[in-house]
């Protein structure tokens, strides 16, 4: 049985570049991990010409959203 490695990209906005490296992790590495993302100063809402971007290339985004990274905590959400 594998073990799945758990990954926090934080950036400040959490609008464009931590979205694409959790998106591109969960798609393409969901066998080896799992993306979480969040910002220190989150924009509210995922760049509108990333997530057209991100859905082109077929990724999924639904549960998606701009977050700040205290949501992590308050969850107690274990990151390797």
């Known amino acids: 049985m594998r073990n799945i490695k758990t990954i926090l990209f934080v950036c400040t906005g959490n609008s464009a570049r931590s979205i694409i ?3 591109i992790i969960n798609n393409k590495y969901r066998n080896q991990f799992i993306a979480f993302s969040a910002g220190s100063n989150p924009a509210g809402k995922i760049n509108p010409f990333i997530k ?3 859905e082109g290339k077929k ?3 639904d549960t998606y959203y701009s977050k700040n ?12």
Do not use: H, R
């Open 21 to 23: 490296a959790e998106s």
């Open 52 to 54: 057209e971007y991100l």
């Open 59 to 61: 990724f999924n985004l």
């Open 69 to 80: 990274f205290y949501e992590f905590f308050k969850n107690d959400l274990k990151i390797d």
